[in-house]
Structures are given as structure tokens and as C-alpha cells.
């Protein structure tokens, strides 16, 4: 069994930037591929970002460049780095986890068996 906790979300202006963090807990963490995904009001949860076990990472088009994705070990967490954050960019942000020993990302939430509660985070124009 896995837990997440995700910190970091606010409420920011365009242009700022913004970093979460997701805590793991439980299961081992080295063995474990780690994402985020968002969730906007009255739209489906979508990919952000993705790191492997091999710390092979992929984002989304829709925030490539402006966003990175990062893992700590030791510390057992995981991070997004949010630059230049746009309006859209305004959702629940959501940590998810799987046991996974490839190096393939995944983009799909029902493939993650493991989630976080979310954190709100609000971009404003």
C-alpha cells in the first residue's frame, strides 16, 4: 500500500511560479512510478507529468517547457516545478502512484492505483 500527500498549491498571478510536493509513504519507493495529473472543474482528469523508477521523465504538451518533474529519493517525494503558469493551468492537481519496474510513463489515471487528495491550485489572469 502506498500513500501520497501532496503541499504546495495557492493562489498565484500569471507568470509565477508555484512547486509541489507529494510525500510517499508505505510501499518502496524506489520501485514505484510516480505522476501528476489535474483536474479542471467540469473537465476529465488529464496528464501532467510522469518519472520512472529510472527517473525517465515526459510531460504533456500542454505544459512542456514550463514545467519539471522530479523525484528525491531520500526523501521519498516527488515535485513539480510550475513556471510561467497561465490561467489555464488553474485545477486540482493530484499525485499518482504504481509499482512499475519498465521505464515506460503512462499517461492514463486508471493505470495509477494510488492517489493523493489534491491540492488547488489557482492561477489568475
Known amino acids: 500500500q502506498v500513500q501520497l500527500v501532496e503541499s504546495g498549491g495557492g493562489l498565484v498571478q500569471a507568470g509565477d511560479s508555484l512547486r509541489l510536493s507529494c510525500a510517499a509513504s508505505?510501499?518502496?519507493?524506489?520501485?514505484?512510478?510516480l505522476a501528476w495529473f489535474r483536474q479542471a472543474p467540469g473537465k476529465e482528469r488529464e496528464f501532467v507529468a510522469g518519472?520512472?523508477?529510472?527517473?525517465?521523465?515526459e510531460t504533456a504538451d500542454s505544459v512542456k517547457g514550463r514545467f519539471t518533474i522530479s523525484r528525491d529519493h531520500a526523501k521519498k517525494m516527488v515535485n513539480l516545478q510550475m513556471d510561467s503558469l497561465k490561467a489555464e493551468d488553474t485545477a486540482v492537481y493530484y499525485c499518482a502512484a504504481r509499482v512499475d519496474y519498465t521505464n515506460d510513463i503512462s499517461p492514463t489515471p486508471s493505470r495509477y492505483p494510488f492517489w493523493g487528495q489534491g491540492t488547488q491550485v489557482t492561477v489568475s489572469a
Open positions: 518519472i520512472t523508477w529510472l527517473a525517465g521523465t
Open positions: 508505505g510501499d518502496t519507493f524506489g520501485n514505484l512510478a
